[in-house]
Antibody
């Protein structure tokens, strides 16, 4: 079964850090670009970051540039999002998504709450 | 950045009737290398991740019922649900993947009248 499974979310204080992981299975992970997309409570979808299939190209939304770092380990079929200097407005469910044209496979999401 | 807008914000349609959602991009998303529009439609139900319905503006994803169809080109796109079913109650988003940031529209909530 083609699947993405996020982990690493939780409660963190403003200014703190978290590292999200997304484990892929059921497909050739190294062949596809993948992204992180987030959704604040009761709000719409916001694309956060993407990485190319080989990991050499990384892209970020302006709202997270300089604070978040996307990476991947194709030997482990895993995508990461290192989040530093977290703010209250980063509170959201974070999804990883596989791109094949559109984003055709999504994980179930992991909740990140930034609060003191 | 490409700005995506959707209309209406919400709509209520009787069971079996047609629902139409419009999406507009601030610039063309026509990808010259394959002459396809880099535009996707997603359905999201409460507590679930989004589900891809349509990509390349009009290509239905495998397993998606044929009552869902996408059309349009350049900057103007439409998602049509030809005969609304109860299970279609959801929020629908368009997204451009022509260039980063891969922006989403604000969403359209579809309900039963």
């Amino acid at each position: 079964e083609v699947q993405l499974l996020e982990s690493g979310g939780g409660l963190v204080q403003p200014g703190g850090s978290l590292r999200l992981s997304c484990a892929a299975s059921g497909f050739m992970f190294s062949n596809y670009a993948v992204s992180w997309v987030r959704q604040a409570p009761g709000k719409g979808l916001e694309w956060v970051s993407a990485v190319s299939s080989g990991g050499g190209g990384t892209y970020y939304a302006d709202s997270v540039k300089g604070r978040f770092t996307i990476s991947r380990d194709n030997s482990k079929n895993t995508l990461y999002l290192q989040m530093n200097a977290l703010r209250a407005e980063d509170t959201a469910v974070y999804y990883c998504a596989k791109r094949d044209g559109g984003f055709n496979i999504w994980g179930q999401g992991t909740m990140v709450t930034v609060s003191s | 950045d490409i700005v995506m807008t959707q209309s209406p914000d919400s709509l209520a349609v009787s069971l079996g009737e047609r629902a139409t959602i419009n999406c507009k991009s601030s610039q063309s998303v026509l990808y010259s290398s394959n002459n396809k529009n880099s535009l996707a439609w997603y359905q999201q139900k409460p507590g679930q991740p989004p589900k891809l319905l349509i990509h390349w503006a009009s290509t239905r994803e495998s397993g998606v019922p044929d009552r869902f169809s996408g059309s349009g080109s350049g900057t103007d796109f439409t998602l049509t649900i030809s005969s609304l079913q109860a299970e279609d109650v959801a929020v629908y988003y368009c997204q451009q993947y022509y260039s980063t940031p891969f922006t989403f529209g604000p969403g359209t909530k579809v309900d039963i009248k």
